[in-house]
């Protein structure tokens, strides 16, 4: 379904694009360097099936840490939460999202919390399936029911690129297989890992997951109940805490909803029981944030009190 383009909406993005100049694009993951600073786009879908988008909604760019709100639900669904909040804890880190710190200084081994790189992989690593392939195939098979669009794929660029460079990844799959937590193939699940963040998607598609999340786990247009609802009420829980990697009390402060960012600029939003947002604005703040997409959101925040808390 086409969204309605909203003259208020890009009054506001064109006010956020100003910030766009004062941030920078990540290129630790090379093919990430070649997207546009000054891009950004936003849309809103509504619980009752109508949406809004303004600027370069037409740009797609992929998931990278977002897929981890998807994969927890994911290995919920899979094993329950005991034995997921075994092997990775629910407390929020100081520490930015690849830090390597507290797996060695905690006084537990676990991973602190599964929206850092360390939890994420362990919890990728739980994703049910024979070989990588049919982990890949379930994961991609569950974005597409979320996003009610078939065509969403792997952008295979984006995952070779990180792919080769995820040193720090290695490092803390090793770190962590030593105690127990992952098991298997080490290059196995960097490969799994990859493609996991390199789904790509457009702020329309990102906006409607949000959706899912604002009505507890059923879907907007299929009515059918995708994430049980505690599981979609554990995922926004962590949005809130580490959702924003190191930055998230100040936009639970400043903003006020659930929403989980990723180094590509994509922030996925949820305003419970109203709508999902999906952001997408490469330039990012010194935390790794979206620069220009927090702006929006605290600009949205503000207009439309849609601060939770
Ligand atoms: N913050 C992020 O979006 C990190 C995801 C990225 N794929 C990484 O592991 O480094």
Not at 4 to 23: D, H, P
Not at 65 to 76: C, D, E, F, G, N
Not at 177 to 200: F, P
Request: hydrophobic residues 40%; aromatic residues 8%; proline residues 4%.
């Amino acid at each position: 379904m086409p969204c309605q383009t909203s003259e208020e909406l890009a009054e506001l993005v064109s006010i956020a694009r100003e910030v766009t100049k004062e941030g920078k694009i990540a290129d630790y993951i090379p093919a990430l360097g070649e997207a546009n600073q000054g891009d950004l786009s936003v849309a809103i879908y509504h619980i009752e099936n109508t949406c809004m988008s303004a600027g370069d909604i037409e740009k797609s760019f992929t998931l990278q840490s977002i897929s981890k709100v998807l994969t927890l639900a994911l290995v919920l669904m899979d094993h329950g939460e005991s034995y997921v909040f075994d092997k990775v804890g629910m407390e929020p880190t100081g520490d930015p999202f690849n830090s390597i710190v507290k797996l060695e200084t905690h006084e537990n081994q676990r991973p602190l919390n599964p929206m850092i790189n360390a939890g994420a992989l362990a919890v990728t690593n739980m994703i049910k399936g024979s070989d990588k392939e049919e982990k890949l195939s379930r994961f991609l098979a569950f974005t597409k029911e979320l996003t009610f669009n078939e065509n969403i794929k792997v952008c295979s660029e984006i995952a070779s690129s990180e792919f080769e460079n995820a040193w720090l990844n290695r490092s803390l799959c090793y770190f962590m297989k030593k105690d127990g937590i992952i098991d298997g193939d080490v290059e196995d699940l960097i490969d799994l890992y990859s493609k996991q963040c390199a789904v790509q998607m457009h702020s329309l598609d990102l906006a409607k997951i949000g959706a899912v999340f604002a009505l507890d786990g059923k879907h907007p247009q299929t009515e059918k109940q995708i994430i049980p609802k505690d599981i979609a009420r554990i995922c926004k829980t962590f949005m809130v805490t580490c959702g924003m990697y190191n930055a998230s009390g100040e936009f639970a402060i400043k903003v006020g909803i659930p929403a989980k960012s990723g180094v590509s600029g994509g922030i996925m939003g949820i305003v419970p029981y109203h709508f999902g947002i999906g952001i997408f604005g490469p330039s990012l703040d010194k935390k790794g944030n979206s620069i220009a997409g927090i702006k929006l959101l605290h600009l949205l925040s503000e207009k439309y009190e849609l601060n939770i808390f």
